[in-house]
């Protein structure tokens, strides 16, 4: 069964430092990968996605992230963190057999940004 | 494109009673819905998935008798939590997922969510 692992429960960043958040997931064929964030009390919007390709993916908000087979990882990166960031980020990987898909999320990384 | 609502976004209701959450894919057809809980500083845990027409699948350990889900068309699917009890308070996530959209037909679409505070 796959698995994902986000490693950091929570990270404090300064407005404009750049960020990286972990994921590093356990899938026995090649992932679909999702990076979502959610505000408080909200739903969930993705952020970026990775199926197959280019392993450097690109996002909204000036998110990216590159996937690295040999490291099972898709960090999330930003080169500079703006206060609106704050929210809880989770990585989710895909099974897909068919018509039907299954989303395994990570725990999730809350992310506070300071002034 | 690809917009799922939930209604309603968030309920109190007493012990006992039973609570609908509906969730609709808004501009497209979404033969496979999702429910998914979250409680308060966690993860999302998938419940059960719904395909229209035919019983829901649900995941180990989710009681089919307390969490009743019905896909009637490709653009509603409700949750009805039955006899709730307090430990039933979470946040209930629906997803949506649009197989006829090419590129994106392996994406789900998620709801805003539910909150639900059974007293």
């Known amino acids: 069964a796959q698995s994902v692992t986000q490693p950091d429960i929570h990270i404090t960043v300064s407005e404009g430092a750049s960020l990286e958040l972990r994921c590093n997931y356990s899938y026995g064929a090649t992932p679909y990968l999702f990076w979502y964030v959610q505000s408080p009390g909200q739903g969930l919007q993705l952020l970026l996605k990775y199926f197959s390709g280019d392993t450097l993916v690109q996002g909204i908000k000036g998110f990216e992230a590159e996937f690295k087979r040999s490291q099972s990882s898709f960090n999330l990166r930003k080169p500079s963190v703006h206060w609106s960031d704050a929210a809880e980020y989770f990585c989710a990987v895909g099974l897909y057999t068919g018509t039907a898909s299954k989303l395994t999320f990570g725990t999730g990384t809350r992310l506070q940004v300071t002034l | 494109g690809a917009v799922v609502s939930q209604h309603p976004s968030w309920v109190i209701c007493k012990s006992g009673t039973s609570v609908k959450i509906e969730c609709r894919s808004l501009?497209?057809?979404?033969?496979?819905m999702f429910w998914y809980r979250q409680f308060p500083k966690q993860s999302l845990m998938l419940m059960a998935t719904s395909n229209e027409g035919s019983k829901a699948t649900y995941e180990q350990g989710v009681e089919k008798d307390k969490f009743l889900i019905n896909h009637a068309s490709l653009t509603l699917s409700t949750l009805t939590v039955t006899s709730a009890h307090p430990e039933d308070s979470s946040f209930y996530i629906c997803?949506?997922?649009?197989?006829?959209?090419?590129?994106?037909?392996?994406?789900?679409?998620f709801g805003p969510g539910t909150r639900l505070t059974v007293l």
């Open positions: 997803s949506a997922r649009d197989p006829l959209a090419g590129g994106r037909s392996n994406e789900q679409f």
């Open positions: 501009d497209f057809q979404a033969t496979t």
